[in-house]
């Protein structure tokens, strides 16, 4: 078997293994691939292991011998499961590999955005606490979180994990997902509208797709809470980042905390960059050093298991011959 990992940086700079991947067969590992090496570095390969690259119909006439392609990742937004299904070639994901990680990364924006704990220090080690005259020197208002309500759009692990720990917090907690699943006591499932009327902080949980793309756009903003919170830790394009900056400038919605961003890495005009009240982070919400170990021997099993004739987490529909 001819393995070959365009763009592995990101899963592994250097400090986990590839050994689940690679003890299945000769492997080719490049951190990044440009667009022009990628046809070169495939060609011959059977299994194509990706985290970000781009697959479409162009690329894949290109590429004969390819059997298979398994994802880094849970999201599979980059890769055209129409034309790869028409030549026979499965898409397997990774679900649930770093679900611990961005539900505590949830949290942390959130907590971030209610006690603004990072510029509080900022403020200590500029020497502004040592002009107050305050023996204690509030500079941003908190932000209580018991009895406020959490509304979480896209109810999958995560999600469900989210609304377990907004609960523990005290937190009443808003679900409005596709499909309605099992969920904790003190959760109640509502429709779209009543998320957005009621949610004092909305979280995004749900994959890209193209009934979700702009999900959060200028309309629904407005119909949000005044005042409200977002955090989206899902996928960039779910938001309008433009009407979400346009909603936090005029003062309509409180704070905003975005782990993504619809292009990555950001064009130097993306209008989160500037817009007040705004935490971004690089995408790491999923990166902690376990969960990166985890999707590596995830993805190996998926090939493991396609090649034995037990696919898991098939998400183009194909199945073996």
């Known amino acids: 078997m001819r393995i070959c990992i365009l763009d592995g940086y ?33 060609l011959h390969h059977d299994v194509l292991v990706l985290n970000r690259i781009r697959v479409d119909e162009v690329l894949l006439q ?9 994802t880094l990742a849970t999201g599979y937004n980059q890769i055209d499961l129409q034309a790869t299904a028409a030549r026979g070639i499965p898409v397997c994901n990774v679900p649930s590999y770093c679900t611990e990680a961005v539900s505590q990364f949830t949290f942390a924006l959130i907590l971030e955005l209610a006690n603004h704990i ?6 200590v080690r500029s020497g502004d606490y040592e002009q107050s005259r305050e023996a204690t020197y509030f500079s941003l208002p908190f932000l209580e979180l018991a009895g406020l309500t959490l509304g979480i759009f896209g ?7 989210v609304a377990r720990l907004a609960l523990s917090f005290g937190m009443r907690v808003l679900l409005c997902s596709r ?26 949980h749900c994959p890209l797709t193209e009934e979700t793309h702009h999900f959060l756009n200028a309309q629904r ?9 977002v955090i989206n830790v899902s996928r960039g394009g779910v ?14 919605l409180a704070g905003a905390a975005v782990d993504v961003l619809p ?29 990166r170990q985890r999707v590596i021997e995830r993805a190996a099993a998926n090939i493991t298991g396609w090649f034995s004739g037990q696919p898991q987490n098939v998400v183009n529909g194909v199945l073996p011959r």
């Open 10 to 42: 990101e899963a592994n700079p250097g400090d986990v293994s590839w050994e689940p991947i690679t003890s299945l067969g000769s492997t080719s590992i490049y951190d990044e691939s440009a667009p022009c090496d990628i046809v070169p570095r495939l």
């Open 62 to 70: 290109q590429l004969p011998d390819l059997k298979m392609i398994t």
């Open 118 to 123: 990072g510029e509080h220090s900022r403020l």
């Open 155 to 161: 109810y999958g692990e995560i999600g469900s994990r």
């Open 179 to 204: 499909t309605h699943k099992p969920a904790p006591e003190g959760c109640r499932w509502v429709s779209e509208d009543t998320l957005l009327r009621e949610s004092d902080i909305l979280t995004l």
């Open 221 to 229: 903003i407005a119909r949000m809470k005044p005042g409200a919170r």
């Open 239 to 252: 938001v309008d980042s433009r009407a979400l900056a346009d909603a936090l400038s005029s003062g309509h």
């Open 263 to 291: 292009q990555e890495p950001p064009c130097p005009d993306e209008p989160l960059l500037t817009a007040p009240h705004c935490l971004v982070t690089p995408h790491i919400a999923w990166a902690s050093r376990i969960a």
